[in-house]
T-cell receptor, first 113, second 117 residues
């Protein structure tokens, strides 16, 4: 158990809908990262937050957004969902801003039908 | 651009055999970190090791060992006396150190390792 929690574990929704994925980092970790794992794209970095501030963006679609709250938990919002958004979404956390190992949560499996 | 290549898509061995997973990376940075993660059938990503670009010493942890060679941009992972529980997908990843402090991991495509009894 990495100490990173993600909810829900599974999510099934229809195209066009909006969902919110939630992540709680390990106790004391200030950085939160979101990654998407799909069969065709592999593991891709989406976004990095540190202590409430966005620090880096990767291949994140405009339909997706994220935030990190004062209690350091983070949410990833996915809107206007398409079939291709079906994937495993991971949250990871690390102690500081950079140069630290990232510990991953169990993931949220999103299925868009 | 950074890139991580794991040329072995799948490897299958018999229990107790030694197996090496290859990882080759590309980066223009002089300071960077390399990682290995394990993804068992249950799906979570388990951190195995982090190595910085200035430390080329090999590392051993039980049956696991890592060989970092900067000259060939490789960071290979060897499992000695493999066990069925080692069956998983293994990912090599690269992180660059950014002045502004942001960090992201660039992952290879993964190697699916199957250990047969």
């Amino acid at each position: 158990d990495s100490g990173v929690t993600q909810t829900p574990k599974h999510l099934i929704t229809a195209t066009g809908q909006r969902v919110t994925l939630r992540c709680s980092p390990r106790s004391g970790d200030l950085s939160v990262y979101w990654y998407q794992q799909s069969l065709d794209q592999g593991l891709q970095f989406l976004i990095h937050y540190y202590n409430g501030e966005e620090r880096a963006k990767g291949n994140i679609l405009e339909r997706f957004s994220a935030q990190q709250f004062p209690d350091l938990h983070s949410e990833l919002n996915l809107s206007s969902l398409e079939l291709g958004d079906s994937a495993l979404y991971f949250c990871a956390s690390s102690t500081g801003l950079a140069d630290y190992e990232q510990y991953f949560g169990p993931g949220t499996r999103l299925t868009v039908t | 651009a950074q890139k991580v290549t794991q040329a072995q898509t799948e490897i299958s061995v018999v229990e107790k055999e030694d197996v090496t997973l290859d990882c080759v990376y590309e980066t223009r940075d002089t300071t960077y970190y390399l990682f290995w993660y394990k993804q068992p059938p249950s799906g979570e990503l388990v951190f195995l090791i982090r190595r910085n670009s200035f430390d080329e010493q090999n590392e051993i942890s039980g049956r696991y060992s890592w060989n970092f060679q900067k000259s060939t941009s490789s960071f290979n992972f060897t499992i000695t006396a493999s066990q069925v529980v080692d069956s998983a997908v293994y990912f090599c990843a690269l992180s660059e150190t950014r002045i502004q402090g942001a960090q992201k991991l660039v992952f290879g495509q993964g190697t699916r390792l199957t250990i047969n009894p």
